[in-house]
């Protein structure tokens, strides 16, 4: 997921958890989150990362805005197991489109809190955060800001 890391309007996508809680390691008998919890987790939300606001469409349509307005993106959202992906096609408001980027996060539960692994931390032990589910939101609060930069 390697996509226009030298330039100044790049989606930062690997900081966006910077600052989020990190457990050490998956808890011991940790299990997988059922695939419709995990698609609770994110229909008809809004998540506010670092760097990036994302709307999950129930039907499965993501919107995407930079928090600066540099850059937004459209795409789509699924779920597979305990797995939640989305397919983002990222525009550079001054420059245009961009490659697609493509973006996991694995779900678990331990003791009545939730843990989700970023694909991006793929080979870490240490990068299980607890603390995504207060990073979403009911409703849109994406598609506003995304019609405003659409329309640009």
């Known amino acids: 997921m390697k996509f226009a890391a030298a330039s100044a ?3 930062a996508i690997a900081g966006i958890f910077a600052g989020q809680t990190i457990a050490a390691s998956l808890p011991k008998g940790a ?3 059922p695939s419709d919890e995990v698609k609770a987790m994110y229909a008809g939300k809004s998540a506010d990362w670092k760097s990036v606001r994302v709307y999950f469409d129930p039907e499965g349509t993501a919107k995407l805005v930079r928090k600066d307005k540099k850059a937004y993106g459209e795409g789509q959202w699924t779920v597979s197991g ?5 397919t983002i096609n990222p525009i550079d408001v001054a420059k245009g489109k ?5 973006d996991c996060y694995s779900w678990y539960q331990s003791g009545g809190r939730y843990f ?3 694909s ?4 870490k032990d240490d990068a299980y955060r ?15 800001d995304f019609a405003a930069l659409e329309g640009s």
């Open 98 to 102: 961009r490659k697609a980027i493509k």
């Open 82 to 86: 305990n797995q939640m992906c989305m």
């Open 9 to 11: 309007i790049s989606f």
């Open 120 to 123: 991006g931390d793929d080979g």
């Open 130 to 144: 607890d603390d995504e589910p207060s990073r979403l939101s009911e409703g849109d609060n994406v598609s506003k």
């Open 116 to 118: 989700m692994r970023w």
């Open 31 to 33: 299990s997988e989150l």
